[in-house]
């Protein structure tokens, strides 16, 4: 399934969320058209955020079988809201951002009194799947209060 929401006249926020559950995931409305998101299963991708707005990705819930990849030019925000997430074939997270000295990079942010744990059940590099459990080209900025087990 490929979802690219045209935004409507009051539409004006910046945040997407994505709630995994079990075998599946579901995503809020998108705000605008600039990005679009794929799902398969517990699988999503973000890509083509082509605004000059950045986002806001709420990661939530739990699958033991899912992942998350973001594609963007932008400093965006990945933030954990108390998620469970586990891959079996490759990287449960991966980021591909922007690679430029100039660039803050994407922040993965564990918001506050959440337990956040991510995993990988694979161990071996291929060149289709990273063994990572959060894989990344381009900077990534790990902070946040919550807990974050990987």
């Keep these: 399934m490929i979802l690219a929401v045209t935004c409507c006249s009051a539409c004006n926020s910046d945040t997407i969320t994505i709630k995994y ?21 517990a699988d999503v991708k973000v890509s083509n955020n082509t605004s000059g707005s950045r ?5 939530k819930g739990k699958s033991d079988n899912g992942t998350f990849s973001l594609k963007t030019t932008k400093e965006d925000r990945i933030e954990l809201s108390d ?3 586990t891959s079996n ?20 942010f ?4 959440t ?28 902070t946040g209060y919550g807990k974050l087990s990987v």
């Design 21 to 41: 559950k079990g075998n599946t995931a579901e995503v809020s409305t998108i705000p605008n058209d600039s990005v679009v998101v794929s799902i398969k299963n």
């Design 55 to 59: 986002f806001t990705y709420v990661l």
């Design 83 to 85: 998620l469970s997430l």
């Design 89 to 108: 074939e490759g990287a449960a997270i991966i980021v591909k951002g922007k690679k430029k000295a100039d660039s803050k990079g994407v922040t993965l």
């Design 110 to 113: 564990a918001k506050s009194n």
């Design 115 to 142: 337990d956040n744990t991510i995993t990988i059940t694979a161990c071996e590099d291929t060149a289709k799947h990273k063994a990572a459990a959060i894989h990344t080209k381009g900077k990534l900025n790990i």
